[in-house]
């Protein structure tokens, strides 16, 4: 692995600083090898208000706790939307719908971003939490996709990791090695009051999990061991 990882970086070097000869075969070779840059699927969608009435038709109606949880991020974030339920509505109010569709699953690039019960792999994550303003990690529990001002709009709701007593994380030898972007969590997820609402564009990268067995590090409780490698050091 480490040979065609060398040799991939050879070669990316050389398409950078151009392929000698720099004829048409290889700029098609080129090409190949690196894409351009697809635009991500969950962008601001317009949709006109006979597709958001549709829409709000057939979507689900959010539970009550889900909804007010988005209108306060909403709210939060700058964005003054207004409970729908609070009648009567000021002039040119923002309401915040009530009904939401619930994809299992969204694309950001090439990139598929899952929910934890329909892939759990492509619902671990690392991303930027916009309430701490730090980064940290967790599965995707839920997509929501909702129309507001005439463009649909994507929200995740994220189960941060459960972190281990610092004793416990200090037993791991990750700590002392961090180059290699790991660390290690409890295998217990953090109850519902602890979920976070995010945005696609808060989403750094998908996480490799591997789940340990009680003992394993000396830590009593099953863990779960997660890598952010795959970002290669992107924010």
């Known amino acids: 692995m480490l040979r065609q990882l060398s040799r991939r970086g050879c070669v990316d070097a050389m398409i950078k600083d151009g392929l000698p000869g720099d004829d048409a075969l290889s700029n098609g070779l080129a090409e190949i090898l690196q894409e351009k840059e697809k635009p991500a699927d969950y962008a601001h969608s317009p949709v006109s208000p006979a597709q958001v009435a549709a829409i709000l038709k057939n979507a689900p109606i959010l539970p009550p706790e889900q909804y007010i949880a988005l209108l306060q991020y909403l709210q939060v974030t700058g964005q003054q939307y207004h409970d729908y339920r609070q009648l ?5 109010t923002l309401i915040l719908p009530p009904r939401a569709e619930l994809p299992l699953q969204m694309h950001r690039g090439d990139r598929t971003f899952s929910c934890q ?6 619902s671990a994550i690392q991303f930027y939490n916009p309430y701490s303003r730090e980064y940290d990690t967790g599965f ?7 129309p507001l001002e005439g463009a649909m709009e994507t929200f995740l709701v994220v189960r941060p990791h459960r972190r281990l007593p610092f004793l416990s994380e200090a037993e791991a030898p990750f700590e002392r090695y ?4 790991t660390k290690v969590v409890d295998a217990a997820s953090l109850d519902d009051n602890a979920l976070q609402i995010i945005e696609p564009t808060h989403i750094i990268t998908h996480l490799t999990t591997f789940r340990r067995p009680e003992g394993t590090y000396s830590i009593p409780q099953k863990t779960l061991v997660i890598c952010w490698a795959l970002n290669r050091g992107r924010l």
């Open 178 to 181: 961090p180059g290699f972007l």
């Open 140 to 146: 995707i529990e839920i997509i929501w996709r909702i």
């Open 117 to 122: 019960k329909s892939h759990e792999g492509n």
């Open 88 to 92: 009567p509505h000021p002039p040119n």
